[in-house]
T-cell receptor, first 114, second 115 residues
Framework: DTGVSQDPRHKITKRGQNVTFRCDPI?????LYWYRQTLGQGPEFLTY????????KSRLLSDRFSAERPKGSFSTLEIQRTEQGDSAMYLC????????????FGSGTRLTVV | AQTVTQSQPEMSVQEAETVTLSCTYD???????LFWYKQPPSRQMILVIR??????QNATENRFSVNFQKAAKSFSLKISDSQLGDAAMYFC????????????FGTGTRLTIIP
């Protein structure tokens, strides 16, 4: 297991286009989190899954955002009709329920909306 | 709602010296964890050290140690014998120990190591 993988590393898109990011967590981790990080800020929580169930969504996650985790394995985060304000680093992290540890983060996907 | 505050946007330290990064937090809960994460320019967030709130003993990991003051809601990170590879953004983070175990992060401290 090589840790949490995110794809792509970079994405440049035109305003109004749809984009989809993928996250592959550590295989035995049942929790998966999405965060957004803008320049000079700490990561902000977007949503999380326990297995395949999406249990909480932040107010930051507008109707244009949707996340899925089919079969409790990889997860996708889709942004529809992108706006310039969506430009940020999107981080995925995973953890094992009840271990009390920190998360393992992926390297992130940097989205630039032009 | 929980908040985490890092009041030092930037810090610098001479190589081999000791530096302390500050963090305060606000919560009404009693069962939680605190973390320090390091984010080098390569971007991946790496866990440096964690502290469980019910443990009075301060956590240590090699050159990294914390000063956890629960009553004051303070959680500082001390880096001893600073090395060039310690240069990074450092984030303090909080999470409760039940329910949605999401991390709440501070705004970070950029640490520069002076050779």
């Amino acid at each position: 297991d090589t840790g949490v993988s995110q794809d792509p590393r970079h994405k440049i898109t035109k305003r109004g286009q749809n984009v989809t990011f993928r996250c592959d967590p550590i295989s035995e981790h049942n929790r998966l989190y999405w965060y957004r990080q803008t320049l000079g800020q700490g990561p902000e929580f977007l949503t999380y899954f326990q297995n395949e169930a999406q249990l909480e969504k932040s107010r930051l996650l507008s109707d244009r955002f949707s996340a899925e985790r089919p079969k409790g394995s990889f997860s996708t985060l889709e942004i529809q009709r992108t706006e310039q304000g969506d430009s940020a680093m999107y981080l995925c992290a995973s953890s094992l329920d009840g271990t009390g540890g920190g998360y393992t983060f992926g390297s992130g996907t940097r989205l630039t909306v032009v | 709602a929980q908040t985490v505050t890092q009041s030092q946007p930037e810090m610098s330290v001479q190589e081999a010296e000791t530096v302390t990064l500050s963090c305060t937090y606000d919560t009404s809960e009693s069962d939680y964890y605190l973390f320090w994460y390091k984010q080098p320019p390569s971007r991946q967030m790496i866990l440096v050290i964690r502290q469980e709130a019910y443990k009075q003993q301060n956590a240590t990991e090699n050159r990294f140690s914390v000063n956890f003051q629960k009553a004051a809601k303070s959680f500082s990170l001390k880096i001893s014998d600073s090395q060039l590879g310690d240069a990074a953004m450092y984030f303090c983070a909080y999470r409760r120990n039940f329910g949605n175990e999401k991390l709440t992060f501070g705004t970070g401290t950029r640490l520069t190591i002076i050779p």
